[in-house]
C-alpha cells in the first residue's frame, strides 16, 4: 500500500518568502502525482499533476518537481502571498491505481 | 470549474438512520469517487465506480454502499449511521482513469448524533 507523508504539517512564512513544501512515498514505481490545495470548509483543488517521466511540472508561481528514485516530490511556490494561505495535498497512486494522499501542509502566509 | 455537486452539504442524523448522500457531474466522466476526511486519518476511499453499475471498495468501505444507475449521478449510502461515520465527505471525478488528475466536490459534511 502506498504511504504518502508530508512535512511540516504547518508552516508560517512572511509574505514575499518562497515556500517549499515537501511530499515523500513509499512506492517509486508511481505512474504519476498530484498536489492539491484545500481552503477551510472547501473541497480539493487540482493544482499540479506531474508525469512520472518528467522531472517538472510549472504553472506560474508554482513549481513541482518529482525524484521518484528517491521517493519525494516538493511543491515550490514563489513570492508567497496571503492568498496563497491553504492546506497543501500530494497525492500518490498505489499499485491499484487508486490515489493515496497525504495529511498535509497547513500554510500561513502574513501580511 | 469542473461541475460537481453534492447533496446535502450539511447533515444531521441520529445513529442507526440509514443516511444517502448524492454526488452529481456534468462533466460525463467515466470515473467517479466517495471519500471521507477525517483529522488524522486525511482523505480515504470509500468506493469508486468505473462505469454505469461497475463499482468497487476502496480502503474504508464496511458500512457503507454505492450505486450508479447514471453516468451523472453516483450515490453513497450509509445503511445505518454511526457515530463513527461522522466526517466530511467528497465526491470526485477523473475523465478515464484513476490516475488522471480528480476533481473535488465542496464536500458534504455529515454528524451522527
Redesign the interface.
Known amino acids: 500500500k502506498q504511504e504518502v507523508t508530508q512535512i511540516p504539517a504547518a508552516l508560517s512564512v512572511p509574505e514575499g518568502e518562497n515556500l517549499v513544501l515537501n511530499c515523500s512515498f513509499t512506492d517509486s514505481a508511481i ?2 502525482l ?1 498536489w ?1 490545495r484545500q481552503d477551510p ?6 493544482l499540479l ?1 506531474i508525469q512520472s517521466s518528467q522531472r517538472e511540472q510549472t504553472s506560474g508561481r508554482l513549481n513541482a518537481s518529482l525524484d521518484k528514485s528517491s521517493g519525494r516530490s516538493t511543491l515550490y511556490i514563489a513570492a508567497s502571498q496571503p492568498g496563497d494561505s491553504a492546506t497543501y ?1 500530494c ?1 500518490a ?1 498505489s499499485n491499484d ?3 493515496s ?4 501542509t497547513t500554510v500561513t502566509v502574513r501580511a | 470549474d469542473a461541475g460537481i455537486t453534492q447533496s446535502p452539504r450539511h447533515k444531521v442524523t441520529e445513529t442507526g438512520t440509514p443516511v444517502t448522500l448524492r454526488c452529481h457531474q456534468t462533466e460525463n466522466h467515466r470515473y467517479m469517487y466517495w471519500y471521507r476526511q477525517d483529522p488524522g486519518h486525511g482523505l480515504r476511499l470509500i468506493h469508486y465506480s468505473y462505469g454505469v453499475k461497475d463499482t468497487d471498495k476502496g480502503e474504508v468501505s464496511d458500512g457503507y454502499s454505492v450505486s450508479r444507475s447514471k453516468t451523472e449521478d453516483f450515490l453513497l449510502t450509509l445503511e445505518s449511521a454511526t457515530s463513527s461515520q461522522t466526517s466530511v465527505y467528497f465526491c470526485a471525478i477523473s475523465e478515464e482513469s484513476p490516475q488522471e488528475t480528480q476533481y473535488f466536490g465542496p464536500g458534504t459534511r455529515l454528524l451522527v448524533l
Open positions: 505512474y504519476n498530484q492539491f470548509g472547501k473541497g480539493l483543488t487540482s499533476l495535498l497525492a497512486p491505481y487508486k490515489l494522499f497525504g495529511a498535509g
